[in-house]
């Protein structure tokens, strides 16, 4: 379900976007750029916090909103004197841009303007951004539509019971992985910007709340268990972390979270990502196999994707054997390595065959010789 925002007016349009600056930005204060009349230079509305750029965000009441607009609208703001000197433009339309065009436009611009962050809010993303915030709806759309969109306010947990149930869940969730998870051998990532190489077991040590990371590697070579793993370090380290896979989302990223959590809590995964933000634990979003994801539902769960980690504060980490499948201007990308001659040996190990066993040797990834380590045992000594 998806709010009309048509209805707006341009200048409720212009205060929804000062409020969500405010509320999903949590900018120190925000406010409208100028008065009717004045030269504006392509933005609407100056965002400010500590410790970042200033963020300025584009408006446009469309019914429309196409690739040519969002390259015009881009344009607008970079040949014109740049003001309050910002390091992130957000474009806001009330359209929809649920668009292929759209996507790579907007994937060329952000390639072609490297030190200028560039975000699109559409109808879709708007949405998202308010169905968990009912005053918003109800000052902007009135009290009818905040009752039919927007999640009962009943269903909220009372601060304290929520932040329990948050420490509850992170329990729980590292309770399945630890009893899930063999042991862990390392492997190698390479940090594809600098060309340095990490260990997978020091992971969770090398990330920094705020910055995404993509990790990329061909079928097999132990991403899913790389996530897994890091999910269980980073609850260590006290993150709370979101596990989810990419091949079940059908549409609704706010849905599969609820789903995928569930086993674990009994709150949503915004009162999650509210509770997180109260403790000031750190909040990230595992996505593993966007590779998997449904070809004709990748634009929409990249957008979700974006919406919901700018919306919760969130550190995305995704997988994929895909470099293109999830761009983010600021994501590391790191691509894990094959095994090394000793990786390969300790990886015959933990699944139970004899290091020494040139039986394996045919056999490239980790999945690979993990199976077929398991699979040695159960044949007859002598057996090729």
Not at 30 to 51: E, N, S, T
Not at 116 to 140: A, H, N
Not at 215 to 234: M, P
Request: net charge negative; hydrophobic share 40%; glycine share 6%.
């Amino acid at each position: 379900m998806q709010l009309n925002l048509g209805d707006l007016s341009w200048e409720a349009v212009e205060r929804l976007v000062v409020a969500l600056a405010r509320e999903v930005d949590q900018a120190r204060e925000a406010r409208r750029y100028g008065r009717p009349g004045q030269q504006q230079h392509g933005i609407d509305v100056g965002a400010f916090f500590d410790g970042k750029p200033t963020t300025v965000y584009q408006a446009k009441r469309y019914e429309k909103f196409t690739a040519r607009d969002l390259r015009n609208a881009v344009s607008t703001f970079v040949q014109g004197t740049r003001p309050l000197n910002a390091g992130r433009l957000v474009l806001v339309t009330t359209a929809d841009v649920a668009d292929t065009r759209i996507e790579d436009e907007l994937a060329a611009q952000r390639a072609t303007l490297p030190d200028l962050r560039i975000d699109l809010w559409g109808r879709e993303q708007l949405s998202d951004m308010l169905v968990d915030r009912p005053d918003l709806v109800r000052r902007f759309f009135g009290e009818e539509t905040m009752r039919i969109f927007c999640r009962p306010l009943g269903t909220r947990s009372a601060s304290s019971a929520a932040a329990g149930e948050a420490k509850a869940y992170a329990e729980r969730l590292a309770a399945h992985l630890g009893s899930q998870l063999p042991e862990t051998v390392s492997l190698d990532l390479l940090i594809a910007r600098t060309g340095e190489a990490i260990a997978s077991r020091t992971l969770a040590d090398w990330m920094t709340a705020g910055e995404h990371a993509s990790i990329r590697a061909a079928s097999g070579a132990g991403k899913s268990h790389l996530l897994a793993r890091l999910a269980l370090d980073l609850e260590g380290r006290g993150w709370l972390p979101i596990l989810v896979k990419a091949s079940f989302y059908e549409g609704h990223l706010d849905e599969l979270l609820d789903e995928t959590i569930a086993p674990f809590t009994s709150i949503s995964a915004s009162q999650l990502a509210e509770a997180a933000r109260r403790e000031r634990s750190p909040l990230t979003l595992l996505v593993d196999a966007l590779n998997e994801c449904p070809v004709g539902h990748r634009p929409r769960l990249n957008q979700q994707l974006n919406a919901w980690v700018a919306r919760e504060s969130a550190t995305l980490v995704s997988t994929s054997t895909d470099q293109e499948d999830w761009q983010a201007p600021t994501a590391a990308q790191l691509v894990l390595q094959a095994p090394s001659v000793e990786q390969r040996s300790a990886l015959k190990r933990v699944y139970g065959a004899d290091a020494a066993d040139d039986r394996l040797d045919v056999f490239t990834t980790p999945f690979e010789l993990a199976l077929a380590s398991q699979l040695a045992q159960e044949l007859p000594e002598g057996a090729g």
